[in-house]
C-alpha cells in the first residue's frame, strides 16, 4: 500500500493567498502595452503567474510524506550439514528418512505462509544435501545466517547435523 500527502509547515489556505498574490503580480507586469504581439503577452503572463505561484507555494514549505509498506512472508532456514562424516557415522535409511522429513517440513513451513530456504552450512542453497564436504562450521554457520538475514524476518532455523565440528568456535558459545 502507497500512501502520498503533503504537508505544510503554515496553513493550506494560504494557497488562496499565493495564487492571487501571483495572478496580481503577473497583472501588473502584462497589462501595460508591450512592442510585442498580444499572444505573446498572454504567454508571458501564464509563465509568471505560474513561476510566481510555484515559488510562493516553495515559501510554504511544503512536506512530502510519501509511505510504501512492503510485506514480506517470514523466512525459515533449513540447514543442512553437508559433511562427510554425517555419511560415515549413519547408515542410508537414516540419511534417506532425514531428507524426507526435511522436505515435510519444508512442505509445512510453506502451507504456513513461511517462505523456505534450504542451503548448507556454507551458506550455498541447495537442493538435496551430498554429504561430502570435508568441513564442519557450525559456529561459523550461524554467525553467518545472522549477518546474511540480519534485515530479514526469520521466523526460524532448522539446523540438521550430527553436532561433531572441527573448524571454528564451539556453536554454544558463539550465540
Not at 2 to 20: G, M, N, R, T
Not at 100 to 110: D, G, Q, S, Y
Not at 129 to 157: C, H, W
Request: some cysteine; glycine content about 6%; hydrophobic content about 45%.
Amino acid at each position: 500500500m502507497d500512501k502520498q500527502s503533503i504537508i505544510f509547515e503554515s496553513s493550506p489556505a494560504y494557497l488562496i493567498v499565493c495564487i492571487i498574490l501571483a495572478v496580481g503580480f503577473a497583472l501588473l507586469l502584462y497589462t501595460v502595452s508591450h512592442p510585442w504581439p498580444k499572444t505573446w503577452n498572454r504567454i508571458l503572463f501564464v509563465g509568471r503567474a505560474v513561476l510566481a505561484f510555484l515559488l510562493m507555494f516553495l515559501l510554504l514549505g511544503p512536506i512530502v510524506k510519501q509511505i510504501n509498506n512492503l510485506f514480506e512472508k517470514p523466512l525459515f532456514l533449513l540447514v543442512y550439514d553437508n559433511s562427510a562424516s554425517i555419511k560415515e557415522s549413519n547408515d542410508s535409511i537414516k540419511i534417506a528418512d532425514l531428507e524426507v522429513k526435511m522436505k515435510e517440513t519444508a512442505e509445512l513451513l510453506e502451507s504456513q505462509g513461511y517462505q523456505v530456504k534450504t542451503s548448507d552450512l556454507s551458506g550455498v542453497e541447495i537442493e538435496r544435501p551430498t554429504f561430502e564436504g570435508s568441513m564442519s562450521d557450525l559456529g561459523g554457520a550461524l554467525r553467518k545466517i545472522s549477518n546474511r538475514y540480519e534485515s530479514s524476518q526469520v521466523g526460524g532455523v532448522v539446523h540438521a547435523s550430527d553436532g561433531i565440528y572441527n573448524e571454528g568456535v564451539n556453536p554454544f558459545y558463539t550465540y
